[in-house]
Nanobody
Framework: QVQFVESEGGLVQPGGSLKLSCAAP????????LGWFRQAPGKEREGVSC??????????YYADSVKGRFTISRDNAKNTVYLQMNSLKPEDTAVYYC?????????????????WGRGTQVTVSS
């Protein structure tokens, strides 16, 4: 099972930016789609973004709620996926988890995955 190591989240003011990273030491993720989902208190898990395998077409997908504000990218040499979050809103407050799957439709719109990281808290508040 893949072990994910996520970067620290943090407290950000509305309108601010934050970049998350997630590595998978010892695992080769080239053939996997990589993505992020989040869960806010009292809410269901929500797929946020996904990037398909570089051996596929490397397409990116976003939830409508983050489209135009978040950017996902991957560095296969580092077995790492990133999520650049700009123009953050209070409703982005959640625990963010990274994950991997064969295809992005397993991550978005609702994650149906078998493994994910410990999660990192992102709080958007003034």
């Amino acid at each position: 099972q893949v072990q994910f190591v996520e970067s620290e989240g943090g407290l950000v003011q509305p309108g601010g930016s934050l970049k998350l990273s997630c590595a998978a030491p010892g695992f080769t993720l080239d053939y996997y789609a990589l993505g992020w989902f989040r869960q806010a208190p009292g809410k269901e898990r929500e797929g946020v973004s996904c990037i398909s395998s570089s051996h596929s077409d490397g397409s990116t997908y976003y939830a409508d709620s983050v489209k135009g504000r978040f950017t996902i990218s991957r560095d296969n040499a580092k077995n790492t996926v990133y999520l650049q979050m700009n123009s953050l809103k209070p409703e982005d407050t959640a625990v963010y988890y990274c994950t991997a799957a064969w295809t992005c439709d397993t991550i978005l719109p609702v994650p149906r995955v078998d493994s994910w990281g410990r999660g990192t808290q992102v709080t958007v508040s003034s």
